[in-house]
Each structure stands twice: as structure tokens, then as C-alpha cells.
């Protein structure tokens, strides 16, 4: 592999590590209001 090849491999590894840590922040923000929406119903239904 020339070293040319290896530092564009590593440049598109680095490009999608970002792109997970974003998603993986974004589905940690969907899983954090789901379960605020969980506490809210449970309480809510909990008076009734």
C-alpha cells in the first residue's frame, strides 16, 4: 500500500469516526427525551 493510499484510508476512517460520534450524539439526545416522555406518562398516569 503506498503511503499515499494509507494517509487517504486514514483521512476516510477519521471522516466517518465523526460521522458516528455524531449520530451516536444524536441517538443519546432521542434516548434522553424518551425517557424524560416515560417519567412524564408514568407520573401523569400515576394521578389518575
Do not use: H
Not at 6 to 28: C, G, N, P
Request: a positive charge; proline letters at 0%; charged letters at 40%.
Amino acid at each position: 500500500m503506498s503511503e499515499k493510499t494509507y494517509e487517504k484510508e486514514i483521512a476516510e476512517l477519521k471522516e466517518r469516526v465523526i460521522r458516528l460520534e455524531i449520530q451516536l450524539a444524536e441517538l443519546s439526545k432521542r434516548v434522553e427525551s424518551l425517557s424524560n416522555y416515560s417519567r412524564q406518562l408514568f407520573e401523569y398516569l400515576s394521578r389518575k
